[in-house]
């Protein structure tokens, strides 16, 4: 919980910081000349999103389940517990697939550093099952695992006016 904790505040702090889109190739702890990974483009961010919605419209929450870190809290849009365990968000989506929703972005912000990035704005879910669409707040934060974009922070809000 403790390494949760501090993840989800050095998430805030680039928030805060306003963290720029894109970063120098050093960071004042490291040696200047000394190559790190460089931060990704916004669209390699947006991409994440894109994958995280395909993995909803194949209906698994196993797949869907797989874009979280191990440590990572999803608040979701249709359920007022918070979620923290593999197994209690293969619970929500379980329910929530089916539904059969689809995302569709409207407005979103993209903050991007090397090992992190967040993607928060609005998005609509529509869902098949009953044709109904809801329109919802979101928050993505990602961490970097080498090569491999992980959530480990999802919050997701139905708006509260119509």
């Known amino acids: 919980m403790r390494a949760l904790f501090s993840t989800l505040l050095a998430a805030a702090a ?3 910081a306003g963290c720029a889109t894109t970063s120098p190739r050093h960071s004042p702890s ?7 990974p460089a931060a990704p483009a916004e669209q390699e961010i947006a991409a994440l999103f894109d994958r995280w919605n395909q993995s909803l419209q194949s209906g698994e929450a196993q797949k869907v389940v797989a874009n979280y870190a191990e440590q990572s809290l999803l608040l979701p849009t249709f359920s007022n517990k918070p979620r923290i365990t593999r197994e209690e ?6 329910h929530f697939l089916k ?3 689809s995302g ?6 993209i903050q991007v ?15 098949a099952k009953t044709g109904e669409d809801v ?3 979101y928050s993505f934060t990602y961490r970097r695992y080498g090569r491999q974009w992980l959530i480990i922070s999802h919050h997701s809000s139905a708006m509260p006016e119509k």
């Open 89 to 94: 968000k293969l619970e929500y989506f379980d």
């Open 135 to 137: 329109r919802a707040r």
């Open 30 to 36: 490291s040696p200047v000349g000394a190559e790190s």
């Open 104 to 109: 569709k972005i409207n407005m979103r912000q």
């Open 99 to 101: 539904t059969r929703p």
């Open 113 to 127: 550093d090397r090992d992190m990035a967040v993607d928060t704005g609005l998005y609509t879910f529509h869902l």
């Open 14 to 16: 680039l928030l805060a």
